[in-house]
């Protein structure tokens, strides 16, 4: 079966425009031009377009997307496996959430009583989940098992107060760490505050600090490219800027 770009777009859900898009940066090809310049495409493409969408549900940058799929090593079977098992844990995490959302609406009925805590499980589960699918091994290569999660239970056990504050932190680490970044000295009073900030916003997930494991993480910011993309997203260079400012707040640049 071959389609053209119209046909695949509209049997796929996306746009002719996403699909001349992902021709223009490689990602996914036409199997061929035809004598009168459609593009057409075969099954080969129809599945690697599969590929593509089930990464992009998963939150996935195109960029990195292409280097998996574009790669000699790539099995199409076993990626399929992998993505069955990050769907069910979406599915367990959603499932959390309606159960939460079905308590809530009991309690507003007068059914049941929850307290502060209950109503907030289910975003600091989902919270927990999709950190452990997108960083669980690097984590638990670098800090142990034990330390992830005496991590996990400390965050599920925060208050509603605690959680609110854990997230307000980490929003403040993001728009001070921009303001930081426009000066261009990691070692600067703003650039120092975000490095504190980044302390704080640490202790309400971290058993226990250290200097040493915060410049760690710091360094695995800019190691690791799915936390760069993460603090680059507003500013380009601001994890690697990061980093320099951990680096001296810790002393770990000495």
């Excluded at 599969?50 to 992009?56: D, G, S, T």
């Excluded at 309690?107 to 960083?135: C, H, P, V």
């Excluded at 509603?160 to 303001?179: A, I, P």
Aim: hydrophobic share 35%.
């Amino acid at each position: 079966m071959e389609y053209t770009v119209q046909k695949l777009a509209h049997l796929a859900g996306v746009s002719s425009r996403t699909l001349r898009y992902y021709d223009e940066i490689g990602i996914l090809k036409p199997a061929r031009i035809s004598s009168s310049g459609y593009l057409i495409y075969g099954q080969q493409e129809v599945d690697r377009l599969q590929q593509i969408l089930f990464y992009r549900e998963l939150g996935m940058s195109l960029e990195g997307i292409k280097d998996i799929v574009t790669s000699p090593d790539f099995d199409g079977a076993k990626a399929l496996r992998e993505h069955r098992v990050k769907l069910l844990e979406k599915r367990a995490q959603l499932e959390q959430l309606i159960e939460n959302v079905e308590k809530t609406i009991a309690q507003k009925e007068g059914r049941i009583t929850m307290s502060d805590k209950e109503k907030f499980e289910g975003f600091k589960r989902k919270l927990i989940e999709e950190n452990e699918a997108k960083y669980g091994e690097e984590i638990r290569e670098r800090y142990g098992e034990k330390t992830v999660e005496e991590s996990n239970r400390k965050l599920m056990n925060m208050t509603k107060e605690q959680y609110d504050e854990f997230t307000r932190l980490g929003e403040e680490v993001l728009d001070t760490l921009c303001e930081a970044f426009k000066t261009g000295d990691p070692a600067g009073e703003l650039a120092q505050k975000t490095a504190d900030l980044h302390r704080q916003w640490l202790a309400y997930s971290w058993p226990s600090y250290s200097k040493e494991n915060h410049g760690g993480l710091a360094q695995m910011y800019v190691d690791d490219p799915r936390f760069t993309a993460y603090y680059d997203e507003r500013q380009p260079g601001a994890a690697e800027f990061l980093r320099d400012a951990v680096f001296i707040y810790t002393g770990m640049n000495e």
